[in-house]
């Protein structure tokens, strides 16, 4: 089995909130996008971005309030707006299907296998939770890599702040979104949403010999909830 493909493996559950848009072609193979709203215990929802391949939704009909699972890879690209370099972080979908059932599934689920890239950051927030960001490299076919942003909380922020760049992660955990304010000048700010993956749980990589078991999708209880 290619490692590239079960390194990297994302599950969401929810609605559609807009129409698909075109995004991309390349050899002839259109690719959309669009939001779909994935809820959390809490009450609350994450709003997460797909894309997705019109082989995969040219036979089925997908509409705004449709409710669908969507099965892939998290991944992220480079997008140059208006002179500013932003990193994209989406769901690339390799299956969508329409999902009726509302007990069975937990909706957010994702599973890395990647490198610390970048020096971790440990920080507490004005409550006293411990918090400790890292910059996850997952590699992918042809020589690319995808370069997650990863929040631990609690005892997890303890264990990952003591990584080191190059150390050889497993992590479980959900995607979320965040609504931030930028601003643009003294009177004016913009609403920006920005993603990352909560961690449930992570694992120091030690054995090379990895065996398809190492694998369960089954995450527990959102942490930072």
């Not at 957010?108 to 890239?117: A, D, K, T, V, W």
């Not at 992660?169 to 920005?194: C, L, M």
Request: proline share 2%; hydrophobic share 30%.
């Amino acid at each position: 089995m290619d490692n590239n493909i079960t390194n990297n493996q994302a599950t969401i559950i929810g609605m559609i909130e807009d129409k698909f848009k075109f995004n991309h072609e390349i050899y002839g193979e259109k690719f959309y996008t669009c939001t779909v709203k994935v809820p959390r215990l809490s009450g609350t929802d994450d709003n997460i971005r797909i894309m997705v391949s019109e082989r995969l939704i040219m036979d089925g009909e997908y509409n705004v309030g449709d409710r669908v699972e969507v099965t892939g890879q998290f991944r992220s690209y480079n997008s140059y707006e208006n002179g500013d370099n932003r990193l994209i972080l989406t769901v690339f979908a390799k299956d969508i299907s329409h999902f009726e059932d509302l007990e069975t599934k937990n909706p957010n689920m994702l599973y890395l296998n990647g490198f610390i890239c970048k020096e971790p950051i440990y920080r507490t927030t004005p409550f006293g939770r411990e918090i400790t960001d890292i910059l996850l490299a997952v590699n992918r076919s042809y020589n690319k890599s995808d370069y997650i942003p990863i929040i631990a909380w609690g005892r997890n922020a303890r264990f990952a702040k003591n990584l080191n760049v190059g150390d050889n992660v497993k992590i479980w955990g959900r995607i979320q979104s965040r609504i931030y304010q930028k601003r643009i000048s003294d009177e004016e700010s913009i609403t920006k949403t920005a993603y990352e993956v909560s961690i449930n749980r992570m694992e120091l990589v030690t054995d090379e010999d990895e065996t398809d078991e190492d694998i369960n999708m089954n995450i527990g209880s959102d942490s930072d909830e």
